[in-house]
């Protein structure tokens, strides 16, 4: 497919299109991907959540400066489950890492809901593969909140950051202890605010009670994003927590898994497809329907028949 071809060569406006056209679930998408499926596997997905606010995109608009340094490629995928497409947070992402847009190994890729939250990591999930079949040494995935939507957002990630702020009122008792499970480590970033010694020192000590058979220790680190403080240091920790998944052999599982998942999911998808097609194709779902309407049958009995009459075929 030329358009693969384009963007693997480094044509943004290319990759920019092969993103939509996956996200999007478009016709010529399963031909895309099954070129790109090839070229994945290279790339650490990095996903940074955290509350509202509390620094994410600073953070990661530094950690890719810091990593441009050593000539990464790297990309970012700013995802925003509450607000439209056209949200305002999102254009303030955009605003604050516009200088990086210049440069041509880095690309920031913005995301908001599309109808549903499933929608919205199965996009994340999509545009990820097209970023590290185009060579991307590094994926962000930030995502803001501390909820269930994020962690499931978050999944498609090797690693996750959880940011945290000082000043939370009640901090700590408000992380949830999915959030304790998550993070492969935790920055307490604004650490030039009073408090962020009790943030840290209080995660470490629910991080203690949580991980005595991990053999990885989320680390945690902090930060003052604004003023580059601290970000080395992550970066260290992200390419540690690489290290730590693939010598112990935990990245092929993870992969594995989300490779299981993701077979399982074309499958049914796909006889979804041919069943309500052929369904509707032959007008038999209106009989179908008629009939269980006047119960002259139950909705079970009538599975067995569909599936029976699909086999046949
Ligand atoms: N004092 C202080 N301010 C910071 C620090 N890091 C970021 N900020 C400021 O905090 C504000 C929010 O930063 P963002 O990077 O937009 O936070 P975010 O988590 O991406 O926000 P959302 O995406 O809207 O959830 C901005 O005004 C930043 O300049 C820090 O370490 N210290
Ligand atoms: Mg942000």
């Given at each position: 497919?030329?358009?693969?071809?384009?963007?693997?060569?480094?044509?943004?406006?290319?990759?920019?299109?092969?993103?939509?056209?996956?996200?999007?679930?478009?016709?010529?998408?399963?031909?895309?991907?099954?070129?790109?499926?090839?070229?994945?596997?290279?790339?650490?997905?990095?996903?940074?959540?955290?509350?509202?606010?509390?620094?994410?995109?600073?953070?990661?608009?530094?950690?890719?400066?810091?990593?441009?340094?050593?000539?990464?490629?790297?990309?970012?995928?700013?995802?925003?489950?509450?607000?439209?497409?056209?949200?305002?947070?999102?254009?303030?992402?955009?605003?604050?890492?516009?200088?990086?847009?210049?440069?041509?190994?880095?690309?920031?890729?913005?995301?908001?809901?599309?109808?549903?939250?499933?929608?919205?990591?199965?996009?994340?999930?999509?545009?990820?593969?097209?970023?590290?079949?185009?060579?991307?040494?590094?994926?962000?995935?930030?995502?803001?909140?501390?909820?269930?939507?994020?962690?499931?957002?978050?999944?498609?990630?090797?690693?996750?950051?959880?940011?945290?702020?000082?000043?939370?009122?009640?901090?700590?008792?408000?992380?949830?202890?999915?959030?304790?499970?998550?993070?492969?480590?935790?920055?307490v970033?604004?650490?030039?605010?009073?408090?962020a010694n009790?943030v840290a020192l209080?995660l470490r000590?629910?991080?203690?009670?949580?991980?005595?058979?991990?053999?990885?220790?989320?680390?945690v680190?902090m930060?003052?994003?604004?003023?580059?403080?601290?970000?080395?240091?992550?970066?260290?920790?992200?390419?540690?927590?690489?290290?730590?998944?693939?010598?112990?052999?935990?990245?092929?599982?993870?992969?594995?898994?989300?490779?299981?998942?993701?077979?399982?999911?074309?499958?049914?998808?796909?006889?979804?497809?041919?069943?309500?097609?052929?369904?509707?194709?032959?007008?038999?779902?209106?009989?179908?329907?008629?009939?269980?309407?006047?119960?002259?049958?139950?909705?079970?009995?009538?599975?067995?028949?569909?599936?029976?009459?699909?086999?046949?075929?």
């Amino acid at each position: 497919m030329e358009l693969v071809q384009r963007a693997r060569q480094g044509d943004r406006r290319a990759l920019a299109r092969l993103i939509t056209l996956v996200e999007n679930e478009a016709p010529e998408a399963v031909e895309a991907l099954q070129e790109l499926y090839l070229f994945t596997g290279k790339a650490q997905v990095i996903g940074i959540t955290g509350p509202p606010g509390s620094g994410k995109s600073t953070l990661t608009d530094k950690l890719v400066k810091e990593l441009r340094k050593e000539k990464k490629k790297v990309a970012v995928i700013a995802v925003d489950p509450t607000s439209p497409f056209t949200g305002g947070a999102i254009l303030g992402d955009r605003i604050r890492m516009s200088d990086l847009n210049l440069d041509e190994d880095v690309y920031i890729r913005s995301m908001g809901t599309r109808g549903s939250l499933g929608g919205l990591s199965a996009a994340t999930s999509a545009a990820t593969k097209v970023l590290d079949a185009c060579d991307f040494d590094y994926v962000f995935i930030e995502t803001v909140g501390v909820g269930q939507s994020e962690v499931d957002i978050v999944k498609a990630a090797d690693t996750t950051i959880v940011v945290m702020v000082p000043g939370l009122g009640d901090d700590i008792q408000a992380i949830k202890a999915g959030i304790l499970e998550i993070g492969d480590f935790f920055v307490v970033n604004k650490a030039d605010r009073d408090g962020a010694n009790r943030v840290a020192l209080e995660l470490r000590m629910m991080l203690d009670l949580n991980e005595q058979k991990l053999v990885w220790q989320p680390p945690v680190l902090m930060s003052v994003a604004n003023q580059n403080q601290g970000i080395a240091e992550i970066v260290a920790g992200i390419k540690d927590h690489f290290t730590y998944l693939k010598e112990s052999g935990e990245l092929a599982i993870k992969r594995r898994e989300r490779l299981e998942k993701e077979l399982l999911e074309i499958v049914s998808k796909k006889i979804y497809r041919q069943i309500a097609d052929k369904v509707q194709r032959e007008g038999k779902l209106k009989q179908y329907l008629d009939s269980l309407m006047k119960k002259e049958t139950d909705p079970y009995t009538l599975v067995k028949v569909i599936l029976q009459d699909v086999i046949k075929t």
